[in-house]
């Protein structure tokens, strides 16, 4: 079984201040897709990194591979209230996803 | 735009009831999944298929099954409801395998008593 943990499982914040969440695997992945749930709504996906050692960024977050393609990190600076939220890694696998617990973020205005 | 439509959004069930989780897709995907999200679980694979027709289990497809007799449509069924498959139910659907993103539905939250 493929397992991909994610640190830390909870985050809070004061706005402004920048943050990194993990996501690592003893295995390897094809990609690696990072997702942002709201209550009450499904996943929306942010990014996939498919090449080891790649960084992806995307305004105010950066998105990082790594080189053996077992482990990620995604990194926020000066964090807004609006980036609050379930941040989940999943890791591609053939036709199929594994998904970390994810990191519940908590940013105060 | 639709997308993953689910559902109902909420129902509760009695232990021992059964009962049939909706999925519609508009997208025209062939790849299409069911997950359960626990607290502190993440996500979790029930059932998914690769194209009408074709099914298979996930990690955790004990107590449920599913059918795909058309593109659009991905059912889940509950025979016996049991406390332990209470949980938040999410559909989702991807075009192509590969690095394409999974869209997602809404959830269904069902409780089971």
């Known amino acids: 079984t493929q397992l991909l943990e994610q640190s830390p499982q909870f985050l809070s914040i004061q706005e402004g201040e920048n943050l990194t969440v993990y996501c690592n695997s003893s295995?390897?992945?094809?990609?690696l897709q990072w997702y942002r749930q709201e209550p009450g709504e499904g996943p929306v996906l942010l990014v996939t990194v498919v090449t080891g050692g790649e960084v992806k960024k995307l305004k105010r977050l950066t998105f990082q591979f790594g080189d053996a393609r077992k482990d990620s990190s995604l990194h926020i600076t000066a964090a807004q209230p609006g980036d609050t939220g379930l941040y989940l890694c999943?890791?591609?696998?053939?036709?199929?996803?594994?998904f970390g617990a994810g990191t519940i973020l908590r940013v105060k205005s | 735009n639709a997308g993953v439509t689910q559902t109902p959004k909420f129902r509760i069930l009695k232990i021992g009831q059964s009962m049939t989780l909706q999925c519609t897709q508009d997208?025209?995907?062939?790849?299409m999944y069911w997950y359960r999200q626990d607290p502190g679980m993440g996500l979790k694979l029930i059932y998914y298929s690769v194209g009408a027709g074709i099914t298979d289990k996930g990690e955790v497809p004990n107590g449920y099954n599913v059918s795909r007799s058309t593109t659009e449509d991905f059912p889940l069924r509950l025979e016996l409801a049991a406390p332990s498959q209470t949980s938040v139910y999410f559909c989702?659907?991807?075009?192509?395998?590969?690095?394409?993103?999974?869209?997602f539905g809404d959830g269904t939250r069902l409780s089971i008593l």
């Open positions: 997208m025209n995907h062939n790849y």
């Open positions: 295995s390897v992945f094809s990609s």
């Open positions: 989702a659907s991807t075009n192509t395998w590969g690095n394409q993103p999974q869209h």
């Open positions: 999943a890791g591609g696998h053939g036709n199929k996803l594994v």
